[in-house]
């Protein structure tokens, strides 16, 4: 075969937030490594939202491609091939070549059931079997599923839904980790820190999923720091201090005193506290960011140990 060299375990998917059904796929690659002691490879797809299953709709994606990546290589990926939008103008039988035959020189396929791949999504995991079968290559098609009785699909469409209407903890059994954003800390007005309340910002990009508007209590991590912050994070207009309309996620870090300005921060949003609201002035505004605080210290009172 021509190409690379290795034989691959090749890993087929969008893999968009790495949810519990997409890391059975990987439980299944890895399993076939420890048999045959073959790396594996992935083909994904770039996290754009013009691609074509998702209509050229904005605020889709679970994950952003370096989250993705990092979270691919966490399941035992060693190579990671992407492709934009323009890949899916080849016929399945040309994407096989390409992809399985030539890029991986494939001993073994993985995907989940629902795989779809080629010019207007044509091809299925039965053409996927078919081609294989022609190579000699083997086909291991995963069910996407919670497991358990019944076989419940888990589906990324269903995770949006969930996180779009605050059900974060819902969204995070199907997801296996609590949804999160690792974005670059913005610098802002600092009202925050007038109450004694400091807070970093950070802008959901707008092919991102964007949660429903409000107060979560969530969880930080910064670079270089073991520690996971208990935190409040609130996603909104700022509709009591007046803005531009422009969405701000800010989040108060229970405990951390430092100075983030454009460094990047990981927010893990856990429980959703009360929905975004507009308050008479300030005072009323620290009153309530002081019971926020107390309800997210008592959320995270047995997982995490209260900082301050």
Same mark, same amino acid.
């Given at each position: 075969m021509p190409?690379n060299k290795?034989n691959f375990?090749?890993v087929?998917?969008?893999?968009?937030?790495?949810?519990?059904?997409?890391?059975a796929?990987f439980e299944?690659?890895?399993?076939?490594?420890m048999m045959t002691?073959?790396?594996?490879?992935?083909f994904?797809? %770039?996290?754009s %939202?013009?691609?074509?299953?998702? @209509?050229?709709?904005r605020?889709v994606l679970?994950?952003s491609?370096?989250?993705?990546?990092?979270a691919?290589?966490?399941q035992?990926?060693?190579m990671?091939? !992407?492709? @934009?939008s323009?890949?899916?103008?080849?016929t399945? =039988?040309?994407?096989?070549?390409?992809?399985?035959k030539?890029?991986?020189?494939?001993?073994?396929?993985v995907c +989940?059931r629902?795989f779809?791949?080629?010019k207007?999504?044509?091809?299925d995991? /039965?053409?996927l079997?078919d081609l294989?079968? &022609?190579?000699?290559?083997r086909l %291991?098609a995963v069910p996407?599923?919670c497991g @358990?009785?019944?076989?419940?699909?888990?589906s990324?469409?269903?995770?949006?839904?969930l996180?779009?209407?605050?059900?974060?903890?819902?969204?995070a =059994?199907?997801? +296996?980790h =609590?949804m999160? /954003?690792?974005l670059?800390v913005l610098?802002g007005k600092?009202?925050g820190?007038?109450?004694g309340?400091p807070?970093?910002? #950070?802008?959901i990009?707008? /092919?991102?999923?964007?949660?429903k508007?409000?107060v979560?209590?969530?969880?930080?991590? $910064?670079? @270089?720091? =073991?520690?996971e /912050?208990?935190? $409040?994070?609130?996603?909104g207009?700022?509709?009591?201090?007046g803005?531009?309309g422009t969405?701000?996620?800010?989040?108060?870090?229970?405990?951390?005193?430092g100075?983030?300005y454009?460094?990047?921060v990981?927010?893990k949003?856990h &429980?959703f506290?009360?929905?975004? #609201?507009k308050?008479e002035g300030?005072?009323d505004?620290?009153?309530q960011?002081i %019971?926020?605080k107390k309800a997210?210290? !008592?959320?995270?009172s047995?997982r995490?140990?209260p900082i &301050?």
């Amino acid at each position: 075969m021509p190409g690379n060299k290795r034989n691959f375990i090749a890993v087929l998917g969008m893999f968009d937030g790495m949810h519990i059904g997409h890391r059975a796929v990987f439980e299944n690659a890895r399993f076939i490594k420890m048999m045959t002691g073959q790396p594996i490879a992935v083909f994904t797809f %770039s996290g754009s %939202s013009m691609l074509p299953k998702y @209509g050229g709709r904005r605020d889709v994606l679970l994950m952003s491609d370096s989250d993705k990546r990092e979270a691919m290589r966490e399941q035992g990926a060693v190579m990671i091939t !992407e492709a @934009g939008s323009g890949f899916f103008d080849h016929t399945p =039988e040309e994407f096989f070549e390409l992809i399985i035959k030539r890029k991986f020189n494939a001993l073994h396929v993985v995907c +989940g059931r629902d795989f779809r791949f080629g010019k207007d999504r044509a091809g299925d995991v /039965y053409t996927l079997n078919d081609l294989c079968n &022609s190579c000699g290559i083997r086909l %291991s098609a995963v069910p996407i599923t919670c497991g @358990g009785e019944p076989y419940l699909p888990v589906s990324s469409s269903r995770i949006r839904d969930l996180i779009r209407e605050g059900e974060t903890e819902a969204a995070a =059994e199907l997801l +296996g980790h =609590e949804m999160y /954003y690792t974005l670059p800390v913005l610098h802002g007005k600092e009202l925050g820190r007038t109450m004694g309340f400091p807070t970093i910002n #950070q802008v959901i990009p707008d /092919y991102m999923v964007h949660p429903k508007r409000g107060v979560y209590a969530s969880l930080a991590e $910064i670079p @270089g720091d =073991e520690r996971e /912050y208990p935190a $409040i994070t609130d996603i909104g207009v700022k509709p009591t201090v007046g803005s531009d309309g422009t969405e701000i996620m800010e989040t108060h870090m229970i405990g951390y005193t430092g100075d983030l300005y454009d460094k990047t921060v990981r927010v893990k949003l856990h &429980s959703f506290i009360r929905p975004e #609201q507009k308050f008479e002035g300030l005072d009323d505004l620290q009153k309530q960011l002081i %019971s926020d605080k107390k309800a997210a210290e !008592e959320i995270f009172s047995e997982r995490i140990k209260p900082i &301050s």
